[in-house]
């Protein structure tokens, strides 16, 4: 049996989560994935001994989030067959991307209508995190504030961004209050890739494909974008050596 064979530090949810549903972005080309995603889709590149996606997917079960919108591009029938079958137990609606790559922001829009909820999650499909003392979808659901926040975001150490070359993305005031790395300075958190999201977020977006960052910098300027510390592991698992480098610290742990 491979030794990552079980899920990774898999429990219940501490907390009820104030959303039913949840979002998948995994509809991405992948490139820093290259030559892995020549054949497939980086959501199904192998991490531990499963596909990436199913990390995400064991994390929503074990929060009670049976609901989940995933959105599809690259190798999109790959995609479909395989959430068929390791995801025949949860409620699984797809957004179909195979015309158009709507990128992070504009595939949020697009499957706006499948998502239905004013309050949902949204999932990066090429980050793995590891629940620590506290569960982290549980951590953003005590969190979330509806009358302050459009987005809450599970942001992580820079010092504890295992595989992560960059400089980090925010700074957080003692409030939770987010706003952005300057030019050519360092920041003290990552983004991981996992956010609660209003629908607020998403009025008067731009039509076609954009960035969700677009949106982050409208709600940081309304003092509106908060972040949360995740208290576990986490893992830019965005290159083939990355994947190592994960499997080792993994077994270390």
């Known amino acids: 049996m491979n030794r990552f064979s079980?899920?990774?530090?898999?429990?219940?949810a501490s907390h009820a989560a104030p959303f039913r549903t949840a979002m998948v972005l995994a509809a991405g080309l992948g490139k820093r994935m290259r030559p892995l995603t020549a054949t497939r889709p980086k959501p199904l590149v192998e991490v531990a001994g499963q596909p990436l996606i199913d990390h995400v997917l064991d994390r929503l079960r074990a929060a009670g989030i049976h609901r989940v919108v995933v959105n599809v591009h690259h190798f999109a029938d790959a995609m479909e067959a395989h959430l068929r079958y390791k995801a025949a137990d949860l409620d699984v609606l797809i957004s179909d991307e195979r015309r158009m790559l709507m990128e992070t922001g504009g595939g949020m829009v697009q499957a706006e209508a499948l998502i239905g909820d004013d309050t949902f999650l949204v999932a990066n499909s090429d980050n793995l995190w590891i629940d620590g003392p506290v569960d982290a979808i549980g951590l953003l659901s005590e969190r979330w504030d509806e009358e302050r926040m459009d987005a809450l975001m599970l942001v992580v150490p820079l010092a504890r961004a295992n595989c992560h070359g960059g400089p980090g993305d925010f700074h957080m005031d003692a409030l939770g209050r987010l706003t952005r790395r300057r030019s050519g300075r360092?920041?003290?958190?990552?983004?991981?890739?996992?956010?609660?999201?209003?629908?607020?977020?998403?009025?008067?977006?731009?039509?076609?494909?954009?960035?969700?960052?677009?949106?982050?910098?409208?709600?940081i300027a309304a003092g509106r974008a908060y972040g949360v510390v995740h208290q576990g592991l986490w893992f830019d698992v965005g290159t083939p050596p990355a994947i190592g480098r994960t499997e080792a610290l993994l077994a270390e742990a």
């Not at 079980?6 to 219940?12: E, G, K, T, V, Y």
């Not at 360092?186 to 960052?213: E, H, I, M, W, Y």
């Open 186 to 219: 360092v920041a003290p958190f990552v983004f991981s890739g996992v956010q609660v999201v209003s629908r607020r977020l998403l009025a008067d977006a731009p039509a076609g494909p954009f960035s969700t960052n677009i949106l982050w910098d409208r709600a």
């Open 6 to 12: 079980a899920p990774l530090s898999l429990r219940p």
